[in-house]
């Protein structure tokens, strides 16, 4: 098993999240509704993964071409398909980027684990994902 330290635990994550949703101006944000587009949006980065499992799985392919910037446009396009409209950046701006920046970072700092040639049954959570300390690859 790989371990990488890729982020800080996501509790950390989903406080700094809640500073943003909960000590912003009532009259700037809707908290529900950012809420509920944070959500949404962590939904959709987490399909990108669960999507892809089986690629990166496939231990003939070195580069998967699953990059930042990569799974960053296809969270952008699952979030589309999910709320029937494209992320609103204009409200909530802080915390909706906090979340893509983090998902990038996660991304870009497991490239060599997920690109790993010759090694099949990768079970990729990163950091994004789940409630542990390190991203995985198994």
């Given at each position: ?9 996501v ?41 892809k ?21 296809r ?64």
């Open positions: 098993m790989h371990i990488i330290s890729t982020q800080l635990p509790w950390i994550l989903t406080a700094i999240m809640g500073v943003f949703v909960f000590f912003t101006p009532a009259k700037a944000v809707d908290k529900d509704r950012l809420s509920n587009e944070l959500t949404t949006l962590y939904r959709s980065a987490r399909a990108v993964i669960s999507d499992q089986k690629h990166i799985n496939d231990a003939s392919i070195g580069n998967k071409g699953l990059t930042a910037s990569e799974v960053i446009k969270t952008h396009a699952n979030f589309k398909k999910a709320t029937g409209a494209a992320l609103d950046m204009e409200t909530g701006q802080e915390a909706k980027q906090a979340m893509l920046t983090s998902v990038g970072t996660v991304m870009d700092e497991a490239q060599e684990l997920i690109n790993e040639k010759a090694k099949g049954s990768k079970v990729f959570y990163p950091r994004f994902l789940r409630d542990k300390s390190q991203a995985s690859l198994m």
